[in-house]
């Protein structure tokens, strides 16, 4: 049998440019070369401690068999507080649904609201996975491009003249992967504003860097009543807790969303893991503010966030912008398009990061991948050596280029 069984759903569907990045690094690590995995977007930390002995504690007390579709009332009510104590946001457990990863979130959501040729509304630079999932739901991705120069924020202006009759959706990410920026509360007010023009329109909020914010406090789009109504907070454990192995994601939803969601989770998955349910529960019982463990951590990426700024400044040609929450840097690196080492010329930031990765031993992520092509991403989710030793690694190796 050849491959002419797949279908086109999947002949279609782009591999994850950052897991890809990170699967040839990974090859490489296993022929015995040095590399710099700076590709994937995971904290280096581990899950704190009181998390791992919820876990260790549910296959203890045989909490192993199926869990409710939507994730255990337990948890669900848990996330309700966790909204209310950190959002000021009133949920009911009945609006909450549990899923393996925000990933999975969003494609439940995606899946439960697109007919063909739906359009959704995505500002560029965007994750790598939002344009796929929305064609694998057979919606039509609307990109909305924002530069450098305006911290690759979208302006309402550019929000409204993007809707049209087909638009199902306005998808959202802040503090956002792959730039970094964060929306000020002005700033996301003025976007809540022009959306609530359209109360059709049905807003995904991805909140999952929330507490990996340096300029203060996370303001959620949801604090807006005039689009409560309209408005689908993705959010989950992996990056704030440390907990991306654990694959557990949430939404807070309308009702109806809610229960859609379960409905399709119900043929899909059956509900998420039950010793990753617990070990959430314990993650989202507990305050960021006065979590040691979290709050190392973020003083850990605000310091290597400026660490990485101060020495990319020293390689030539390399803009960049200060992001103020995630752990990526997002610079331009069209400087060096059209040069060469003497083998082959650098057209596009694909090419540059295969460049980087065979030369400097340095795996990144290309801009292409994010909606922009001019840019390369760099995740500062490892030790400050490591940065630096990358960062040398690059300049050199850039360096070679002319
Ligand atoms: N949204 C964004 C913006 C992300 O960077 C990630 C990380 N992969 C996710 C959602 C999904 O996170 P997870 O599935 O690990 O919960
Ligand atoms: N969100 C991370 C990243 O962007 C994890 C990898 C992925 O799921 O894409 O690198």
Redesign the pocket.
Known sequence: MNNNILSNRILNLSESA?LEMTRLSRELISNGIDVITLSI??PDFDTPMNVKEAGKMAIDNNITHYPPVPGFMELREAIAKKLKRDNNLEFNANQIVVS???????INVFMCILNDGDEVVIPAPY?V?YPEMVTLSGGKPVIVDTTIDCDFKVTPEQIESAITSKTKAFLF?SP??PTGSVYSYDELEAIAKVLAKYPDVLIVA?E??EYINFGGEHFSLASFPEIKDQIVI?N????GMAM?GW???YIAAPLFIAAACTKLQGQYTSGTGTISQMAALEAVSTDPKTSEEVQNMVRAFRERRDLLIELVKDIPGMKSNIPDG?FYLFPDVSYYYGKSNGDAVISNSTELCMYLLNNAHVALVPGEAFGSPECIRISYATSKEMITEAVNRIKAALTKLS
């Open positions: 950052t977007g995971e393996t990863g925000a990933k999975h979130s969003l994750w996975s990410n956002s992967n991805d999952i860097y993705v989950g454990v992996s990056k991306t694959r557990i994601g995630a």
